[in-house]
């Protein structure tokens, strides 16, 4: 077990745990008649980081970002088929822009049948990620120690064992990500008016890329959205603000495939790995 420290100033632990771990039968995925686990994507961006090198700056992309199709398919339906063919999950909420939900809700009921055998709620998103995530938590009616996934509606490569592995470990820890540990060497910067000047070079070992699904306890996220509203707090993802509430995060075992896609270049190696799937 690697053993990862935020920098944040509380030096809250993370606990990087591995999938062979998870498997073992003090990590049992166990869901009681009335427990549940909750799917949030978060899916109202606008994507301008898509648009194509040649567009104009600032020029809005042709289609949002997760609904740029990928292998003839968008982006945000191979995502939610991840989900959908997880057991274990019973409620999916997509949060949209207002003028995109009725036109997904008719795709779904077109190609989104698999994906439907879920409870699927379609929820009005806000102008940040964090504020999509809240009103879709406002539509879940949940208890305690119900499970609430929050995943990246541009990271369909994500597999069932990192899902199930992070329900694992939210079951256990209350709070848990998906994440890869960093292979290039990461430097501490101090912005200048010159550029930037490294202040230090932080440990591998002690830092991990994060990826998504990250999966809480309801209480736990209900508790860190509250206070983050009440204080204005914005995070950089639904972990910052649990860690802010002061809450452990574990992370387990992500993997180098489960790619957010953003980018042009993303977007190409996202066709390599659909390809190569489809030949494994």
């Not at 009103?135 to 597999?159: E, K, Q």
């Not at 329900?167 to 430097?187: E, H, L, N, S």
Request: net charge positive.
């Amino acid at each position: 077990m690697m053993r990862c420290v935020s920098l944040r100033p509380r030096r809250l632990e993370f606990r990087l745990l591995s999938a062979r771990d998870l498997k073992y039968s003090r990590y049992p995925l166990i869901l009681t008649a009335r427990m549940k686990v909750v799917v949030i994507i978060p899916a109202a961006g606008l994507g301008t980081r898509m648009a194509s090198p040649g567009s104009s700056r600032g020029k809005k992309p042709s289609a949002s970002k997760q609904f740029t199709e990928l292998g003839g398919t968008p982006i945000l339906i191979h995502t939610l088929r991840k989900f959908a063919a997880v057991s274990a999950v019973s409620e999916i909420h997509i949060a949209l822009r207002k003028n995109e939900i009725s036109g997904f809700r008719a795709g779904l009921e077109k190609d989104g049948k698999k994906i439907l055998q879920k409870t699927v709620n379609l929820v009005e998103g806000g102008e940040h990620r964090q504020h999509s995530v809240a009103n879709a938590l406002a539509a879940v009616t949940a208890a305690a120690d119900d499970i609430v996934l929050v995943h990246d509606a541009v990271r369909p490569f994500v597999t069932p064992a990192i899902i199930e592995d992070v329900i694992r470990a939210a079951q256990k820890f209350g709070a848990a990500i998906a994440g890869f540990p960093a292979v290039d060497t990461v430097k501490q910067v101090e912005r200048t008016a010159d550029g930037a000047v490294i202040t230090s070079t932080i440990p591998r070992e002690r830092v991990v890329m994060a990826q998504t699904p990250q999966g809480f306890r309801y209480d736990v996220i209900r508790k860190a959205f509250d206070e983050a509203t009440a204080d204005g707090f914005m995070g950089t993802d639904e972990a910052s603000l649990v860690e802010r509430s002061g809450h452990q995060v574990a992370v387990v075992m992500g993997s180098a495939r489960n790619i957010k896609i953003t980018t042009p270049a993303d977007l190409e190696l996202a066709e390599f790995y659909l390809g190569k799937s489809a030949t494994d």
